[in-house]
C-alpha cells in the first residue's frame, strides 16, 4: 500500500510539474521572431513537397523556393536552420518522407557542419533543440533527442524548461512575445525583423550586404579539420543515402558557395572538397561544389554575399537562378565535373586573375599597433601597399601612406574604427573597416 501511495505522489507530481512547466516554457520561449517555427509551420501545410533542401543556414539563405518551384515546375521546400548539425537533418529528412512524397532531396555539405564534434562530445543544444521541437513524430523526435548527445543531457532534452531552449526572462522580449499573443500576430506565422525577410519554402533574404572590397576580419580563422570529421557524420550520411533509397529518392550532394575570402582564410579548402569528392563517389554519388564553378556557372561579388559565408539578398536571386539552371540539366551531363567546375579550389584561384579578398585587421594584444594581413593569391605581397586611418568620431586622422609595413602604430588612448586601403601596384583593391581601442 505505501509503494502504491508513493507511486501515486510520484505520478501527481509529475503531473504538476509538466502542467506548469508546459505553459510557462510556451510564455518563456523566445520565438515570436524565430525563422525557424515560421519555416516549419509552412513546412507542415503543405500540398506535397517534391524536391527538398536540407542543410544548416547556409541552406535557409539560399535558393528562393518560390521561384524555384515555378521554374522546377515541382514543390521545392527548404529546411535549414542555424547550425543544424547532420544528425538533425537526418531526423527532418525522416519526418519529411512521412509526410510527403518527396522525388529529390539536395543535400547541402558545409565544411562547418561536417567537421563537427561528436555527438556525445557536444555540450550546446540550441540548434538540436530548435530542430527536436519542431519534429511532430514522436519516435522520430524521441530517438533524435536520444542520440544527439550522451545520456547526462538526456532529462534536460526531454523536460519543457532546461538549458539551450530558447528561453528568455528579458523584459522586453516577454512583453513582445505576450503582445504578439494577445494581438493574435503570433498565430500569424509571419515574420518581422529590421534586415530579414522570410521569402517562404525556408528562404530567408538578409538586405544587409558587403559592399565590394571591404571583407576584413579581426581574428585569424583557423583551417578545415579534414582529420576531425567523425564516424557520427559518415554513419549519418549512410542513414541518409539508405533512407532515399529505400524510398525512391535522388539524392544529390552539393556545397553552397562562401565568399572566397572566407574560403582563403582556411588555407586548405582544397582537403576538405577531395574528402567529399571521394566520400560521395565511394558511395556512388558525384558532388556538385559550386566554391570551384567556373565563371559562366556562377559570378559572385562581395557584395551578393551579408557575411562571409551567408548570401545577400541579391545573392540568393543569383544563386537561385544558377541552381536551377544547372540541376534542371546540366548536371546529368557526362563532362559536367570537367565543364563547369576547376579540378580543384587551387586551380580556381590561379585562373582569376591576382587579388585581394580581405584584410585581417588585428590589434596586437598590449593595444599599441595594428597588424595588417591580407588574403591574397599575389605570390609577392610586396607588391601590395595601404594606406592606413583611425576614425574616432568624426575625426579621421592619417597613420601612414602608401606603406608596404603591414605593421602600425595606433594613435594611444583612442578607440574607435581602423580604416585600411590596400592597393595591388598601385591600384585599389580594398576599403575596409574594423572596430580598435588603444592604451
Same mark, same amino acid.
Given at each position: 500500500m505505501k509503494k502504491l501511495c508513493l507511486l501515486i505522489k510520484i505520478f501527481l507530481f509529475v503531473l504538476v510539474f509538466f502542467l506548469i512547466s508546459l505553459p510557462l516554457s510556451f510564455i518563456l520561449k523566445d520565438d515570436a521572431k524565430s525563422y525557424a517555427r515560421i519555416l516549419f509551420h509552412e513546412f507542415y501545410n503543405q500540398d506535397?513537397?517534391?524536391?527538398?533542401?536540407?542543410?544548416?543556414?547556409?541552406?535557409?539563405?539560399g535558393v528562393d523556393g518560390q521561384r524555384a518551384s515555378e521554374i522546377f515546375g515541382k514543390n521545392v521546400f527548404s529546411t535549414g536552420t542555424s547550425q543544424q548539425q547532420i544528425d538533425g537533418t537526418y531526423a527532418v529528412l525522416r519526418q519529411a518522407v512521412k509526410l510527403y512524397k518527396i522525388e529529390k532531396v539536395f543535400l547541402e555539405l558545409d565544411f562547418a557542419i561536417t567537421c563537427a564534434p561528436a555527438f556525445s562530445q557536444r555540450k550546446g543544444f540550441s540548434a538540436e533543440y530548435i530542430v527536436s521541437d519542431n519534429l511532430r513524430d514522436f519516435r522520430i523526435k524521441s530517438q533524435y533527442l536520444l542520440e544527439c548527445s550522451s545520456p547526462k543531457y538526456y532529462l534536460n532534452a526531454f523536460?519543457?524548461?532546461?538549458?539551450?531552449?530558447?528561453?528568455? +526572462? *528579458?523584459? $522586453?522580449?516577454?512583453?513582445?512575445?505576450?503582445? &504578439?499573443?494577445?494581438?493574435g500576430d503570433y498565430f500569424k506565422y509571419t515574420y518581422t525583423d529590421e534586415k530579414l525577410e522570410y521569402a517562404g519554402k525556408?528562404?530567408?533574404?538578409?538586405s544587409d550586404f558587403i559592399p565590394d572590397g571591404s571583407f576584413s576580419d579581426n581574428k585569424f580563422e583557423?583551417?578545415?579539420?579534414?582529420?576531425?570529421?567523425?564516424?557520427?557524420?559518415?554513419?549519418?550520411?549512410?542513414k541518409i543515402i539508405t533512407l532515399c533509397r529505400e524510398n525512391g529518392i535522388e539524392l544529390i550532394f552539393y556545397s553552397m558557395p562562401g565568399s572566397d575570402?572566407? +574560403? *582563403?582564410? $582556411?588555407?586548405?579548402?582544397?582537403?576538405?572538397? &577531395?574528402?567529399?569528392?571521394?566520400?560521395?563517389?565511394q558511395h556512388g554519388f558525384a558532388y556538385y561544389d559550386f566554391n570551384l564553378a567556373k565563371p559562366e556557372v556562377l559570378s559572385l561579388k562581395d557584395s551578393d554575399f551579408c557575411d562571409d559565408n551567408h548570401l545577400s539578398k541579391n545573392g540568393v536571386y543569383k544563386w537561385t537562378d544558377t541552381f536551377c539552371d544547372f540541376f534542371s540539366e546540366k548536371y546529368k551531363e557526362e563532362d559536367t565535373?570537367?565543364?563547369?567546375?576547376?579540378?580543384?579550389?587551387?586551380?580556381?584561384?590561379?585562373?582569376?586573375?591576382?587579388?585581394?579578398?580581405?584584410?585581417?585587421?588585428?590589434?596586437?594584444?598590449?593595444k599599441k599597433t595594428l597588424e595588417?594581413?591580407?588574403?591574397?593569391?599575389?605570390s609577392d605581397t610586396k607588391r601590395i601597399t595601404y594606406d592606413v586611418y583611425a576614425i574616432t568620431g568624426s575625426e579621421e586622422m592619417l597613420l601612414a601612406k602608401d606603406s608596404i609595413n603591414n605593421t602600425v602604430a595606433l594613435p594611444a588612448g583612442k578607440s574607435g574604427k581602423i580604416r585600411v586601403v590596400s592597393y595591388i601596384d598601385g591600384v585599389q583593391e580594398n576599403d575596409c573597416r574594423e572596430n580598435f581601442a588603444s592604451f
Open positions: 506535397n513537397i517534391e524536391y527538398l533542401l536540407c542543410g544548416a543556414s547556409h541552406v535557409s539563405h523536460l519543457p524548461i532546461g538549458k539551450d531552449k530558447m528561453l528568455t +526572462l *528579458n523584459p $522586453k522580449k516577454l512583453a513582445y512575445k505576450m503582445k &504578439s499573443i494577445f494581438s525556408g528562404c530567408v533574404m538578409d583557423s583551417a578545415i579539420n579534414v582529420s576531425g570529421i567523425t564516424d557520427d557524420w559518415k554513419n549519418t550520411v549512410d575570402f572566407y +574560403l *582563403n582564410q $582556411k588555407g586548405n579548402y582544397d582537403e576538405y572538397y &577531395s574528402f567529399c569528392r571521394d566520400f560521395t563517389a565535373l570537367e565543364k563547369y567546375f576547376y579540378a580543384s579550389y587551387d586551380e580556381k584561384m590561379k585562373s582569376i586573375g591576382e587579388r585581394i579578398f580581405g584584410l585581417y585587421m588585428i590589434t596586437s594584444d598590449d595588417i594581413t591580407p588574403v591574397t593569391n599575389l
